[in-house]
């Protein structure tokens, strides 16, 4: 069974920064695409950003300049930086694995992450 590790939420004052970590097996990091997603109260679960297995990014309009996925491939993990965090940026973030050639799609069990004004 394929497993998502998350760290690294918490509380943070706005403009603060946090850096999230997501820990996976080899074998599903190699080939698939890491994504970050969040969910706040109330609404739906939205993208924040993905890297590829390749290491090409993309992010969702409302997080870029600010947050920054990467990976490090010796030890199987993807990170989120997430640098001028803002109240609204309070959400529970969740890791997602996704390969469609290979039929992977697992999440992470979600880590807190609360910005105070």
């Known amino acids: 069974q394929v497993q998502l590790v998350e760290s690294g939420g918490g509380l943070v004052q706005a403009g603060g920064s946090l850096r999230l970590s997501c820990a996976t097996s080899?074998?599903?990091?190699?080939?698939?695409?890491m994504g970050w997603y969040r969910q706040a109260p109330g609404k739906q679960r939205e993208l924040v950003g993905r890297?590829?297995?390749?290491?090409?990014?993309n992010y969702a309009d409302s997080v870029k300049g600010r947050f920054t996925i990467s990976r490090d491939n010796a030890k199987n993990t993807v990170y989120l930086q997430m640098n001028s965090l803002k109240p609204e940026d309070t959400a529970v973030y969740y890791c997602?694995?996704?390969?469609?050639?290979?039929?992977?799609?697992?999440w992470g069990q979600g880590t807190q992450v609360t910005v105070s004004s």
């Open positions: 080899g074998s599903i990091f190699n080939i698939a695409d």
């Open positions: 890297i590829t297995s390749g290491g090409d990014t």
């Open positions: 997602n694995a996704l390969s469609v050639t290979y039929r992977v799609n697992c």
